[in-house]
Structure formats: C-alpha cells, structure tokens
C-alpha cells in the first residue's frame, strides 16, 4: 500500500461514527479510554523502621517507577514518586514522604489533570491500626485513611485508583472507598498487621505485563489482583506459613473489600475496565510520528472503549431481554472487529513507511 492509500485510511478512521454502544457505571462513564486522556501515578514510599526495610521500600518504589516507564509508557513527569526521608542519590524521587509534601504534590496534580484522566496511587511501606483509625506510617505524623480520603475529594472528575501493599491496610483502604474507585490492598482486616509481600508480587504482575490474563496486551487491576492474589497464597504455601495477608479488593463502593471478587455480583466490574497502561504503551512504536499518529491514538481508543463496552454488556446480560442483548453485543463486536483491522492496517504501513530504527 501506498503512502496515499495510508491517509484514506486515515479518512475512513476519523469518519467512524464516536458514539459508542457503551453502558454507565453509576450513571458516569468511568475509566472511558480517549485519545486525549492521560494517566498519572502518585508512589508514596512510607517510613521504614529500619534499614532492612528502608532498602526494600526504596527498591520496590524505584522499580515500580522504572516498570511504568518502560512497560506501561507513563511519561517520567505523570509519575510522582515520594520516599522515605527523601534521596538526592535518585533524581526521579521528588522528595520525602511526608505529610505536607504528600499535600503538596496532590495540590500540584490537582492542578495539572483534566476531567476523564486516571490517577493511580501506590502505597509502599508500613501501615498500623488501632481500632481507631488507621494509618500509612510516614516521616513524621501519619496519615489516616479518612485524611487521605479528604485529599481524593478534589479529584472528582478523575478516574481514580488505590493500590494499598501495606500492613493493616484494609481499614485505611475501605475508608477510601467512593463511587468510581477501584481499590486494591494486601489484607483482609485491621488484625493482619504483620509486614507483607504483597509489593513484591505487584511488580511482579506488572513488569513486561506478566499478569495480562487475556493477552491483550494490557494488564487491568482485576487482572493485577488476581495475580498479586495467586502468588501471595502460593509463598505461603510454599514457605509452609500460615498466610498472614489476604489480598482484597472494592470498586463498588459499598465499603467491602474482597479475596474473591465475582464480577457478576457487581464485585469487579470496574478493576476490569481500569487499564494500568497509557494510550502510548500499546501503539508506543508509532503513536509519536508520522500523518497518522493522530488517527493511530483515535483508533487505539475506539478499540479499546469497545472492549470496555463489550465487558461491561456482558455483567448486564441478566438485566435486559436476551433479544436487545444479542443485537447490542453482535453491533459492539462488529465494531471492534472493523476497527482493530483498520488499526492493524495503519500500524503496519506506519511501521513500514516511519520505522523507528532510522
């Protein structure tokens, strides 16, 4: 094909009908991929109680920042990394994990995103609770799960997700709990106070997309926990120990979290349709040059807000007569089928005509 044939190609994309067959999740359309959304993460590395673990945060934070560079193509500067008491050794850290530069960087972000970006928030450390309230353990006062939950209030109109590795993290994480988040955490309950392995596996799930279940070339935080999840149990089993953390998960709202969430009792739904990849990372050979990169992150988007619709059809099926059922699901699959062709189409004669190796 031709170079003019590639820009009707081009045409032919841009003309696609946007409207998309795609179900609300209450009553907002969250985690909706479009070409001009962005995703950002905030990783918090708390206090250590001692060098061991100061190490082991420092290192778990470091390379859950080098895997979403180089594996999920988050630009360095839409990720803030916190730790510890800070360290000049690395200039990717932006600064200790205090209170008010977790304030501060939250301000900073706040007024940076746009409605319809995602934030993905890591916790790496120590967490405590009392019975009280419970806590993210930092350099100085702690934060509390209700104190944080404040801070999430300014980011109605972004997607947000919370990733929790920390002890005693399922009080703090059901404290977060609100219409639109997918939170993941280590345990089950307060009493599990005990340090986890939970980080260990996240990275794990994550580098060079290991936890991609469907082979879609995406890893989704259903996806991470049900990974995270398996490789927990299986360390313990294998360490012949008594698991003292349960991985758990709530993105419905209702304050519960669980070990094994069934997507249809609405327990799920949401961590399926919440990508921790940018746009970037599945186009990210081709999206940044060429006539038709624009066109390439349209129809990446499209593609994928058609997956989301079809998963988010298939929970309803019980809810609406199996005949609208059939017809909706036959035009959203015949949909993605024509798009992912004219996305297939354009990226091989993108990569035939700007390859990347010149």
């Not at 009908?17 to 905030?42: E, N």
């Amino acid at each position: 094909m031709k170079l003019p044939a590639i820009r009707r190609l081009c045409v032919i994309a841009v003309m696609v009908p946007a409207l998309l067959v795609i179900s609300p999740v209450h009553g907002r359309q969250y985690f909706l991929p479009g070409p001009d959304t962005h995703k950002y993460a905030v990783i918090l590395g708390g206090a250590a109680a001692n060098e061991t673990y100061r190490d082991q945060f420092r290192l778990w934070s470091l390379k859950l920042h080098e895997i979403l560079v180089r594996d999920f193509a988050y630009p360095a500067d839409h990720i803030t990394l916190l730790l510890g008491r800070g360290d000049s050794r690395a200039p990717i850290i932006a600064g200790p994990c205090r209170r008010n530069t977790i304030l501060d960087a939250m301000g900073r972000l706040r007024k940076t995103v746009q409605p319809g970006d995602q934030i993905t928030i890591f916790f790496i450390g120590h967490g405590t609770s009392d019975g009280q309230a419970a806590k993210f353990v930092l350099v100085g006062p702690d934060i509390t799960g209700a104190e944080f939950a404040k801070i999430l209030e300014d980011f109605s109109n972004q997607d947000i997700a919370v990733v929790n590795a920390t002890s005693s993290s399922h009080p703090f994480c059901t404290a977060l709990s609100a219409p639109g988040r997918v939170i993941v955490c280590a345990t089950r309950s307060a009493a599990e106070r005990y340090d986890t392995i939970f980080a260990r596996f996240l990275l794990e799930a994550l580098e060079n997309h290991a936890a991609d279940r469907d082979k879609n070339r995406r890893v989704s935080l259903f996806e991470a926990f049900l990974y995270v999840r398996e490789n927990v149990k299986s360390w313990y089993t294998e360490q012949d120990r008594l698991p003292s953390e349960h991985p758990t998960l709530g993105d419905n709202s209702d304050g519960r979290f669980h070990t094994d969430p069934d997507p249809a009792r609405n327990e799920g739904r949401l961590a399926q349709i919440a990508d921790v990849d940018t746009l970037a990372a599945f186009l990210p050979e081709v999206v940044q040059v060429g006539p038709a990169s624009e066109t390439l992150r349209r129809l990446t988007a499209r593609v994928q807000a058609l997956e989301r619709s079809v998963i988010l059809l298939r929970h309803q099926k019980s809810e609406i007569p199996d005949q609208d059922y059939r017809l909706q699901l036959e035009t959203l699959l015949i949909d993605l089928a024509r798009s992912s062709r004219q996305l297939r189409v354009l990226t091989a004669n993108q990569h035939q005509y700007y390859p990347m190796d010149k």
